[in-house]
């Protein structure tokens, strides 16, 4: 199945059917715990198979392989690492004999059961590698398409999402599973998992497992208005309840299939059953949704950026965002010496400082002579991306410690820039799009700083034509206002603002400045940065790249938001202004 | 003649010529030194007569009447203060036998030789009815037009002015007399003059006197671009030298008219000679002028008020006016008691102060309990004209208060404020437009405030309307912006930058903010009223009613107007700059 295939089966609006349990069930058939369950399945293939044909029957129109736990790492506690194509490919061929074409067989990608680095030892690129071995055998097998499902890290559903999308051009499903109070096990929320997840090429994007469908219905609610993707439920039978320790799932068939028709009316576009669900409820649900339609998923997920724990979403209309840029050793005598010790110790004082002043994303920009950019850059992030949970943005100069750094990072990043001169637009843009990242537009060429706005205008135009071609849409690049000081050129500032009212008014885009250079050359430069970057509000400006630790800049976004009605009952307004009397 | 006959002269743009000198003239025909010229005149009629005929044939087309001392004031120096009516007519008379009705005849009054309080002791009132005395004996004896010369107290040129205006309808002109420096004895420069007298009603405003024709070349150029009415200029021969006690103007008649000829190249549109001119003199005026066009006044003088000493020009596309709040006892527990016992200490340090903080403007505001607001006003007025240069801007719900203090105040004042209230339109717009103050246009009518934006755009283009009776033109207004609290309308500041944008860009119309009302009810009031004054600025902001005491304030105006480009080379900055430091 192509993925064109799949957004074309979407597109009919008819609810999706998915698979009901598969280890509850067998269990069931006799399953004892602690056994490898992909062993056993292969061991009672023609039960599972008949399992597996029931759910054909009660109409699901996808049926997951069960090659859940059949990666190299999960089969080397059993002693069967070396067993990986092998199994895999028994393990399709069990769900073929039972779909006989009639439903599409997934090929089932789930958590290794290792924790990647800096928790665990083994580096991404280990589960990459992994989860390539087992994707290349299921590809082998003939499966229809990937389903990568129950994982709680979002880095580790990155690393399974990565080597489906390098390793072949199937469609690929992903769902996380979360706890109770609404993240995963690591922290990660329903809706950074979608925006990083989208980004980076899933077709679909869902929850599993997890708890019973109720429960699932505000987070589809909230999650759906920025999903481009379809959204796929599979919840269980309810929450578990322990009994004569067994979890026992006691939501009957009905309820189960009302709920879910519930969350097909929010937004859910696939739908099925996970723990405690069995044949008999997918029964149940194919004749509750029967002539129901589903919402088509967006064509717009808005500006959003995330890190593996936290969704910042750049509103044209809400919340100014400082990115605070002083992770730079740019005329930084100590952060340089410290990099160059290999100490993160200023990088985590600048992070935490920063975060406390008000920034809601962090610049990375660990450019400096006398280290290794590339490597530098890796560990910052993995540094930061554990400390903190703000969005990073991805600033450097270098393309390869670009690249490294998105494949890296465990969320939608931000890259810092992209210009119209051609190494950037042949080497970096593709590569941008690959991870999905949002970028800064900068309005620059080979010919150098634009003569006039009208150029500016037309190179911003030019890079937004060549970023189509890569998918990408207007809300997914932030403009750079490219300020230049008003010491040298009396209109820097005015040219600036048009740049900034243009891209907000007529294009519908975000901007993003480089707030200090527009007092360069002049004393007293807080005042006018702080200034500057209230007319650059009131002219629609989004993002600003600034120190803010200066209360005056602080104050001035805040009130400047307040004045614009990006503050709704003055809160943030209001809080900061406590914040300060406490200090004082 | 009628002011609109004067005017139809003006346009047909050939040079009008005045006559020459009478002084030396009679001084050559053997008048003392010490005698009342005005009596020796009439003593020796024919004499004069034939000099006066002289000029008419060399050319002149208007001859002042030797009525030039002829006021009850400077009679009484001669103890002929009874005789005013008489010698006046009589001294009209003489001019006539010499004009023949081949030019026009100008009734000439000319300074008192007194001091108004609070420099002398006697008040405007006093010296407005001298005037009106001679001017209505003037009027009897049938001049064609007035001129009020020689003048080098601008508030007894306006004392004058008034007498003229409210006693009849002919045309007058007023000419002043400056000193090498470029101002009068009083300090008063030459657009100073020329902005309050224009809108005072003067139907040309000129310099006489003073010096030679050269030197006033710079200063008509200067001045004309303010000009709504013909410049009139009445040089000397050159300076005069002391020879054997006597002064002796040397230059000569043709290097005179050189001269002169470029002064109708700046501007000037109607030229004579004062000292040391002779018949000889318009003669070769009359020459070298020939088929020469004059420049005709401009319809538009832009947004201008004045001092007695200074003139602020309110420009849309320059700096920002900050005009001081604080000479107003709301809320002024001691400003109040010191008002209420009579002192004028706070109001003398309120006004210091502001102005060495940045204010450009004053704002008067004395209305409070248990004093005669009307009393204090014209006190506080007369005190702060002597005290201060800035022009002020008075400020008071009481129309008589107001009247009493234009009719009082000595240049061109703003007056805060005219709305579309009956009793604003009917009883208080023709009391401001007969003083020619500009005034500030508050956006509210009988029904309260606009409901919406719209609403107050209509209020704006009523109110215009309304003034345009009266001769207003928009750059004669300023529109406040109505500001309320973002506290309990979070469109507040978004729909005041709409008026003020609204304004400086579809009508072209200065606009004010009284910037504390945005912040009312809010914590860290300040940062709130900069950001909103930066956003204002960028919107179009031309002035603002404000504490400039307040630093985040002024460097925010500051660096506004740097960003906006209001602030060439940000020289102002700058110095703003370089103080702050100082006083650190
Ligand atoms: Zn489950
Ligand atoms: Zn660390
Ligand atoms: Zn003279």
């Given amino acids: ?25 067998f269990q069931k058939l006799g399953m004892p715990i602690g056994v490898c369950p992909e062993k056993w399945v292969l061991e009672n293939a023609d039960a599972v198979t008949m399992v597996q044909r029931k759910y054909v029957e009660a109409g699901s129109n996808i049926i997951y ?30 769900t073929q004999n039972a779909t006989k074409g009639e439903a599409l067989v997934a090929g089932n990608l789930s958590p290794t059961g290792e924790q990647i680095y800096p928790l665990g030892d083994r580096v991404l690129e280990e589960f990459i590698d992994v989860y390539k071995e087992q994707v290349k055998a299921l590809v082998q097998g003939g499966v229809d398409l990937f ?41 990660t929320d329903p809706l950074t998992a979608l925006i990083t997840l989208q980004n980076l090429g899933a077709d679909a994007v869902g929850i599993n497992c997890s708890t019973g469908p109720e429960k699932m ?18 919840p269980n039978a309810g929450l578990p309840k322990m009994i004569d320790g067994t979890a026992v799932y006691d939501m009957k068939s009905d309820t189960f299939a009302s709920y879910c028709k519930e969350l097909i009316g929010v937004g859910a576009n696939i739908i099925g059953g996970c723990c405690g669900t069995t044949p008999e409820y997918i029964k149940e649900l194919k004749d509750e949704l029967a002539g129901l339609k589903t919402i088509l998923p967006n064509t717009k997920q808005g500006s959003c950026i995330s890190s593996e724990r936290k969704t910042v979403v750049i509103d044209l209309d809400n919340e100014t965002r400082i990115v605070g840029e002083r992770i730079n050793p740019t005329g930084k005598k100590q952060l340089q010496a410290e990099l160059r010790e290999g100490s ?71 890259v810092n820039s992209i210009s119209l001169e051609e190494v950037k637009i042949k080497e970096l843009l593709p590569i941008v799009a690959k991870y999905g990242a949002m970028f800064v537009l900068l309005p620059l060429s080979d010919k150098g700083l634009p003569k006039n706005i009208e150029e500016k205008k037309e190179i911003i135009q030019t890079v937004l034509e060549k970023a189509k071609a890569f998918n990408y849409q207007r809300e997914d690049i932030v403009v750079d206002g490219l300020v230049t000081t008003v010491a040298t050129n009396a209109l820097a500032a005015k040219e600036t603002l048009e740049v900034i009212r243009f891209c907000k008014e007529d294009l519908e885009m975000p901007t993003i400045v480089g707030l200090s250079n527009i007092s360069f050359g002049l004393p007293n430069r807080s005042y006018l940065n702080s200034a500057f970057l209230t007319m650059a509000i009131a002219s629609g400006l989004t993002m600003a790249i600034a120190n803010p630790s200066s209360e005056l800049l602080m104050m001035a976004m805040h009130s400047s938001d307040v004045l614009q009605n990006k503050d709704p009952g003055s809160m943030r307004y209001i809080r900061k202004s406590s914040e300060q009397q406490e200090e004082q």
């Avoid at 990568?148 to 599973?177: F, N």
């Fill in 1 to 25: 199945m192509t993925r064109n295939e799949f957004k074309s089966l979407i597109e009919k609006k008819e609810p999706i059917l998915l698979d009901g349990a598969s280890g509850t069930e």
């Fill in 65 to 94: 392989a069960p090659t859940f736990g059949a990666n190299r790492f999960k089969l080397g506690d059993y002693g069967l690492e070396d067993k990986v194509v092998e199994m895999n490919l028994a393990l399709v061929q069990v």
């Fill in 147 to 187: 389903v990568i499902e129950t994982m709680m890290s979002l880095q580790e559903a990155r690393a399974a999402l990565i080597a489906v999308k390098e390793s072949c051009d199937l469609p690929v499903m992903v769902s996380m599973t979360y706890d109770e109070s609404g993240v995963t096990l690591y922290g």
């Fill in 217 to 234: 219905i505000p987070i589809v609610e909230k999650i759906k208005p920025h999903a481009k993707v379809p959204i796929f439920i599979k």
């Fill in 344 to 414: 993160l110790d200023e990088v985590t004082r600048f992070a935490l400082e920063q975060i406390e002043m008000g920034a809601t994303i962090l610049d990375v920009n660990v450019g400096m002579n006398g280290i290794d950019e590339k490597e530098m850059m890796v560990r910052v992030i993995q540094h930061l991306s554990r400390l903190v949970d703000v969005p990073l943005c991805i600033d450097s100069s270098h393309i390869d410690v670009i690249e490294a750094a998105l494949r890296v990072y465990p969320g939608r990043a931000l």
